[in-house]
Nanobody, 120 residues
Framework: QVQLVESGGGLVQPGGSLRLSCTAS????????MGWYRQTPGKERELVAA???????NYADSVKGRFTISGEYAKNTVYLQMNSLKPDDTAVYYC??????????????WGQGTQVTVSS
């Protein structure tokens, strides 16, 4: 079994910052990549940012220049530094990891989600 545990969400004013963290644990053989997605009611889950094990990153256009993803793969941990937050960033943020479990096949795993609310 593989578990992803997120932390760092909350309420912040427009223009403020938050840092999300996600750590994977369990029977992990390797992690190919980790990332963050977000979802609001009535909309599909969308990619926010991702980072491959080799360090290559990918961002949604809407967050480029404001959000930074980083990873500590030795600790199976990924971070999302969110600056200059806007009300449109309000969503539930989900951590994702592409994991090959020990003795298993590569699969997607998801955290439980953390709420980020940007409001004055």
């Amino acid at each position: 079994q593989v578990q992803l545990v997120e932390s760092g969400g909350g309420l912040v004013q427009p223009g403020g910052s938050l840092r999300l963290s996600c750590t994977a644990s369990g029977s992990i053989f390797s992690i190919n990549g980790m990332g963050w997605y977000r979802q609001t009611p009535g909309k599909e889950r969308e990619l926010v940012a991702a980072i491959a094990n080799g360090g290559r990153t990918n961002y949604a256009d809407s967050v480029k220049g404001r959000f930074t993803i980083s990873g500590e793969y030795a600790k199976n941990t990924v971070y999302l530094q969110m600056n200059s937050l806007k009300p449109d960033d309000t969503a539930v943020y989900y951590c994702n990891a592409v994991v090959r479990p020990t003795g298993g096949v590569k699969s997607d795993y998801w955290g439980q989600g953390t709420q980020v609310t940007v409001s004055s």
